[in-house]
């Protein structure tokens, strides 16, 4: 794995980089494990307490992610969605994204508790949230495995 060396950055998801934010894709093995970014930014229209952030690597677009402002089950504000485009993968951007997240989250919404779904075959979410301490207790929706994060 190459560790980068330039910040990664949370920033809104604007009318300025929207369908940047669209055009960004996953490898052919990873499509079945995440959502399109256009159909999170539909949702989000749709959810009011859904929030967007755009992923950037310096001044590049390099993910995406949404979350919930609001607690829903396990009694957890839910990450939705958490992407790193193929071209900038296994660098460590999705760990320096979901620290800052993880951050945001705790200081924003004050919140005590982080829940993040994975599809089982996904192995490299599974070890990214281990290695963030998120606990596996074998809590499952639908096919998503869920995992716990306990600020």
């Known amino acids: ?7 990664v950055s949370l ?3 604007t009318v300025e980089n929207w369908y940047d934010c669209c055009q960004l894709s996953v490898t052919e093995a990873q499509e079945p494990f995440v959502e399109p970014n256009s159909v999170s930014i539909a949702q989000a229209k749709y959810e009011p307490t ?6 950037y690597l310096g001044e590049d677009l390099v993910g995406f992610l949404m979350y919930n402002t609001a607690p829903e089950e396990l009694g957890g504000h839910w990450i939705y969605r958490l992407m790193v485009d193929r071209r900038y993968q296994r660098r460590g951007i999705a760990k320096q994204a979901m620290l800052a ?5 705790r ?9 993040a779904g994975y599809n089982p ?10 290695s963030l301490g998120f606990k596996n ?15």
């Open 1 to 7: 794995m190459m560790v980068i060396d330039i910040a």
């Open 101 to 105: 997240i993880i951050d945001e989250m």
């Open 137 to 151: 207790r074998g809590d499952r929706f639908g096919k998503e495995i869920a995992v716990i994060l306990d600020l």
């Open 50 to 55: 859904l929030r967007l952030r755009a992923i």
């Open 107 to 115: 200081t924003s919404l004050d919140c005590q508790r982080i829940v």
């Open 11 to 13: 920033r809104e998801v």
């Open 121 to 130: 075959d996904n192995i490299a979410a599974a070890a990214l949230y281990a």
